[in-house]
């Protein structure tokens, strides 16, 4: 009985260390967490030219909604144009990324032109996808010769901004005296700040940009205007007071170069901050305060409706709901509970019979 018990408690446990390898296989598969960013994409290319693009992040998978610069192409395709040909052919276009509308935008020279909408799917922002382009002129036409063009699409990571909003965020200094314990990035037409949280007081300024470590009195080499002060003074849950700052972003998952001006050596310190991407999470918003003044439902009423709100055995407990992206992992634990049950039963089905 104690070898069954222990073979099937093994098997549990192979069973579970799968499911959580699987998991965070899952959640960083791209590197991002889910959400929306605008990036930058190049093509090397004028007459393939990206001019928008909205970066979508969903249970760990990655599209590409990009804005070409004008309206002559039919549709695109994941490969080369030998397998596009070859789709063609066949008359199977299922893997062709056929163009979802057409939209008016800006051009750098203030004109209003109109391009095409395509939903592509990415696999890595740090890698350069090879697309075709499809012609609509010759293939209206039916020209196969002049209807393929090899692309590349080039992400430009360094241009990466998520959604307006706000998000809480992991930031790195691989430094133990300049420690961010907390932060949180606010994005705002575009643009990017974060109020962070050192793990003390014993910084006067920051300064976004470059500085050289000295032993000397450089306070006034940093221009007044261009100091960060401190913006607030918090005391963390042990009592330890620590400072705060609102500074600019330049770029996720990228060094960005800060000076620390220490308030007891009077010395500016060469620091880096990096704000990760794939910790992102949106900061959970209040719900909204509801107006005293507007009218209560009556059914919510306990004094005219007494008997509504009593409890019934069909009332709904407070089980909570599996949020998106859960699925996954839905679908491993049931495969977990089966596998254990159907193991459980055979060691059970051999002992009975022993």
Same mark, same amino acid.
């Given at each position: 009985? @104690?070898?069954?018990?222990?073979? +099937?408690?093994?098997?549990?446990?192979?069973?579970?260390?799968? !499911? &959580?390898?699987?998991?965070?296989?899952?959640?960083?598969?791209?590197?991002?967490? /889910?959400?929306?960013?605008?990036?930058?994409?190049?093509?090397?290319?004028?007459?393939?030219?990206?001019?928008?693009?909205?970066?979508?992040?969903? /249970?760990?998978?990655?599209?590409?909604?990009?804005?070409?610069?004008? &309206?002559?192409?039919?549709?695109?395709?994941?490969?080369?144009?030998?397998?596009?040909?070859?789709?063609?052919?066949?008359?199977?276009?299922?893997?062709? =990324?056929?163009?979802?509308?057409?939209?008016?935008? &800006?051009?750098?020279? %203030?004109?209003?032109?109109?391009?095409?909408?395509?939903?592509?799917?990415?696999?890595?922002?740090?890698?350069?996808?090879?697309?075709?382009?499809?012609?609509?002129?010759?293939?209206?036409? %039916?020209?196969? #010769?002049? *209807?393929?063009?090899?692309?590349?699409?080039?992400? /430009?990571?360094?241009?990466?901004?998520?959604?307006?909003?706000?998000?809480?965020?992991?930031?790195?200094?691989? #430094?133990? *005296?300049?420690?961010?314990?907390?932060?949180?990035?606010?994005?705002?037409?575009?643009?990017?700040?974060?109020?962070?949280?050192?793990?003390?007081?014993?910084?006067?300024?920051?300064?976004?940009?470059?500085?050289?470590?000295?032993?000397?009195?450089?306070?006034?080499?940093?221009?007044?205007?261009?100091?960060?002060?401190?913006?607030? =003074?918090?005391?963390?849950?042990?009592?330890?007071?620590?400072?705060?700052?609102? =500074?600019?972003?330049?770029?996720?998952?990228?060094?960005?170069?800060?000076?620390?001006?220490?308030?007891?050596?009077?010395?500016?310190?060469?620091?880096? *901050?990096?704000?990760?991407?794939?910790?992102?999470?949106?900061?959970?918003?209040?719900?909204?305060?509801?107006?005293?003044? #507007?009218?209560?439902?009556?059914?919510?009423?306990?004094?005219?409706?007494?008997?509504?709100?009593?409890?019934?055995?069909?009332?709904?407990?407070? &089980?909570?709901?599996?949020?998106? %992206?859960?699925?996954?992992? !839905? %679908?491993? *634990?049931?495969?977990?509970?089966?596998?254990?049950?159907?193991?459980?039963?055979? +060691?059970?089905? @051999?002992?009975?019979?022993?």
């Amino acid at each position: 009985m @104690k070898k069954t018990r222990r073979k +099937f408690l093994t098997v549990v446990l192979i069973l579970t260390m799968a !499911l &959580t390898m699987s998991q965070a296989a899952f959640a960083d598969s791209t590197g991002l967490a /889910d959400g929306d960013y605008k990036i930058e994409v190049s093509t090397g290319e004028n007459m393939f030219k990206v001019v928008d693009c909205s970066l979508k992040v969903k /249970d760990g998978k990655m599209t590409a909604e990009i804005l070409l610069s004008g &309206t002559g192409y039919y549709a695109l395709y994941k490969g080369t144009a030998d397998e596009a040909l070859a789709s063609y052919q066949a008359k199977d276009e299922s893997q062709w =990324i056929k163009y979802e509308g057409e939209k008016e935008y &800006t051009s750098d020279s %203030g004109q209003t032109k109109t391009g095409r909408l395509y939903t592509v799917p990415v696999d890595s922002i740090d890698e350069v996808l090879k697309i075709v382009s499809i012609s609509q002129k010759y293939y209206d036409a %039916g020209n196969t #010769e002049k *209807m393929f063009y090899e692309r590349t699409l080039t992400f /430009d990571k360094a241009t990466l901004v998520p959604a307006d909003g706000e998000y809480e965020i992991s930031v790195d200094t691989g #430094e133990k *005296m300049f420690k961010v314990v907390d932060a949180v990035l606010k994005v705002k037409d575009g643009k990017m700040t974060a109020v962070v949280t050192l793990s003390g007081t014993g910084y006067t300024y920051l300064y976004a940009g470059q500085v050289n470590d000295s032993n000397t009195d450089v306070l006034d080499t940093v221009a007044e205007e261009d100091r960060i002060p401190v913006k607030a =003074i918090v005391t963390n849950d042990e009592g330890k007071e620590q400072a705060q700052y609102e =500074i600019p972003v330049a770029s996720l998952d990228t060094p960005l170069a800060f000076g620390s001006f220490s308030a007891n050596k009077q010395v500016w310190y060469a620091r880096t *901050m990096t704000f990760q991407a794939d910790t992102l999470a949106p900061v959970a918003q209040d719900p909204a305060p509801v107006d005293p003044a #507007e009218p209560e439902d009556p059914k919510n009423d306990p004094e005219q409706t007494p008997q509504d709100n009593a409890a019934t055995p069909d009332t709904k407990d407070d &089980t909570d709901v599996p949020k998106t %992206g859960d699925d996954m992992g !839905l %679908g491993l *634990m049931t495969l977990l509970a089966i596998g254990g049950a159907g193991s459980a039963a055979v +060691f059970y089905k @051999k002992r009975k019979i022993a």
